[in-house]
């Protein structure tokens, strides 16, 4: 479900707010989010709009524990 996952180059780098940016792809479909305050936070498209909840919650799980443990 979960391939291709990566980390890009953080918003605003080097400043206070600086937020880091990932890219994933589910099921054939690319999405974006930042990951800030150990919370993510999708771009558009939303992933919620096509999976269902409880595979989204599996899915904001592996990105927490890759961005925390990278």
Request: charged fraction near 25%; avoid cysteine.
């Amino acid at each position: 479900m979960l391939q291709n996952f990566e980390v890009i180059k953080p918003l605003f780098e080097g400043q206070v707010n600086e937020r880091f940016q990932f890219k994933i792809n589910i099921a054939g479909d690319e999405y974006r989010g930042i990951f800030h305050d150990k919370e993510v936070q999708w771009f558009h498209p939303q992933p919620h709009s096509k999976i269902e909840k409880d595979e989204l919650s599996f899915v904001e799980a592996n990105v927490h524990n890759l961005m925390i443990y990278r």
